[in-house]
């Protein structure tokens, strides 16, 4: 029951940070290793469990995405075949591969969720050419697909550089982008056996409450600091997996 009690908690934590900047997984990642699921068993559990935030995010969206149809139709393919070519890719390949390389990709989540600010600032709201956000949206999909910590803030950058002249609103389809993405994906994780059930039900019914109720309070919560930490604890979750793998 406290294991129980933990994981509710960590999706709540992770569905209200969540929407100050697409960085969920790096809260509920670590939980679910420090309660004791391997990298893998945890990876696959945390992109199950996380739909619901995503769920819940994207419908608080709506509001925002009134004007923005053809946006959403643009990208939405793309960004669904590439994820589930990045969970087919995790699922078919060792997980003892995953194992090695997580530490790498934790830290570079870390490193997304520090550089946060930079990737931002839109470049004057020009509009970057397709042959550079056709591949962009493509390999962020692919990387949600395949491991996810930080493709919130990917997919924000990328639709920024397509001319999305407003943040709240490429925050809006890239909520509404990425819960689609992840359909597949956990149809593939499911199907694969790995997922923990018991901490992936815990941990989404946190997530669908945090993610309802983050808009109300993340915008009382310093998004600087709330993202040095998570940086920090990245860093160090990084390290550690590092020393244990090796």
Not at 21 to 44: H, M, R
Not at 135 to 160: E, H, K, Q, R
Not at 211 to 229: D, E, M, N, S, Y
Request: glycine fraction near 12%; proline fraction near 6%; aromatic fraction near 4%.
């Amino acid at each position: 029951m406290l294991t129980i009690g933990i994981l509710v908690v960590a999706g709540l934590v992770a569905g209200v940070v969540g929407t100050a900047g697409g960085i969920t997984s790096l809260v509920a990642y670590p939980v679910l290793l420090a309660v004791g699921l391997p990298p893998f068993a945890a990876n696959v559990t945390n992109s199950v469990a996380l739909i619901g935030s995503g769920a819940s995010s994207a419908f608080r969206a709506r509001s925002v995405l009134r004007d923005r149809p053809v946006t959403i139709r643009r990208w939405m393919p793309l960004t669904v075949g590439a994820s589930l070519c990045g969970a087919v890719l995790l699922v078919v390949t060792p997980a003892s591969l995953f194992d090695r390389i997580v530490p790498f990709l934790v830290l570079a989540g870390g490193v997304l969720v520090l550089a946060q600010p930079l990737l931002d600032r839109r470049r004057g709201g020009a509009r970057t050419r397709p042959a550079v956000v056709l591949p962009s949206v493509a390999g962020v999909g692919l990387y949600n697909g395949y491991f996810g910590a930080g493709s919130g803030v990917l997919m924000i950058a990328v639709l920024l550089l397509t001319g999305e002249p407003s943040l709240p609103r490429a925050n809006a389809v890239k909520n509404v982008l990425l819960v689609a993405a992840d359909l597949l994906p956990a149809v593939v994780f499911a199907v694969s056996g790995h997922v923990v059930w018991s901490a992936a039900l815990a941990l989404g019914a946190g997530a669908v409450v945090g993610g309802l109720i983050g808009p109300t309070i993340a915008q009382r919560v310093p998004h600087g600091v709330l993202r040095v930490a998570i940086a920090v604890c990245s860093l160090v979750l990084a390290v550690d997996l590092f020393v244990t793998v090796g």
